[in-house]
Nanobody, 120 residues
Framework: QVQLVESGGGLVQAGGSLRLSCAAS????????MAWFRRAPGEEREFVAA????????NYADSVKGRFSISRDIVKNTVYLQMNSLKPEDTAVYYC?????????????WGQGTQVTVSS
């Protein structure tokens, strides 16, 4: 059974940093893309960042470029989202997701989410 378990959320002041972790288990992710999404109160879920498990190719939403960095540890089967220069508008529940690298973009597996709150 595939599991994605997020951790690392919390309350931080504007300008601060947090690092989210996503521990992945239950299958081999070598042909998968791992991603972070977020959903703010009253808003639609939005893409934040993604990384291919093999090769480590990354892409980011424009709103987080230069502030957030996604990475993965193949040995630990964990994906990270380093968030710097946080803003109140980054407040959201952050979700880890996994989907196949090839074919139409989709995400088959989702974590339960971790809350990030940025105070002004």
């Amino acid at each position: 059974q595939v599991q994605l378990v997020e951790s690392g959320g919390g309350l931080v002041q504007a300008g601060g940093s947090l690092r989210l972790s996503c521990a992945a288990s239950g299958r081999t992710f070598s042909t998968y893309r791992m991603a972070w999404f977020r959903r703010a109160p009253g808003e639609e879920r939005e893409f934040v960042a993604a990384i291919t498990w093999t090769g480590g190719s990354t892409n980011y939403a424009d709103s987080v470029k230069g502030r957030f960095s996604i990475s993965r540890d193949i040995v630990k089967n964990t994906v990270y989202l380093q968030m710097n220069s946080l803003k109140p508008e980054d407040t959201a529940v952050y979700y880890c997701a996994a989907g196949p690298t090839l074919g139409p973009r989709r995400y088959d597996y989702w974590g339960q989410g971790t809350q990030v709150t940025v105070s002004s």
